[in-house]
């Protein structure tokens, strides 16, 4: 599903209408989903919701990953083995949020803890 907000920007002279549309474009499973549309956190135990919610909101309005890149608190790392081509930004504790980028748009965005089996 993509989302389309109408933004008014506001200069000196008049008041702009543009269009803004989201990054994420897919998501891994319902359970992250509905976090990031409804705040729903109860299979997300020990969870910083805040910054999770934080992170959510970055990777919906970059369009580059080198847009996140400089931000070292966000953790972003490439993963290997059988989450090759993802890449994770570290929530805090066990929990990261996985997503595979592709010409600006974040697919397969996850909230786990991919270190349980």
Not at 15 to 38: C, G
Not at 63 to 78: A, F, M, Q, R, T
Request: net charge positive.
């Amino acid at each position: 599903m993509i989302i389309k907000f109408i933004v008014l920007k506001k200069n000196a002279c008049h008041t702009t209408p543009f269009v803004l549309y989201t990054m994420i474009r897919s998501w891994a499973n319902s359970r992250s989903r509905r976090f990031y549309e409804q705040g729903k956190t109860s299979k997300f135990g020990g969870m910083d919701t805040d910054a999770a919610e934080d992170l959510l909101a970055i990777l919906d309005a970059v369009e580059s990953l080198k847009d996140i890149s400089p931000l070292k608190s966000v953790g972003l790392h490439k993963l290997s083995g059988n989450r090759a081509g993802q890449w994770a930004m570290t929530i805090n504790g066990p929990w990261r949020i996985c997503f595979r980028f592709k010409d600006g748009d974040a697919f397969d965005v996850e909230i786990t803890d991919y270190h349980r089996g």
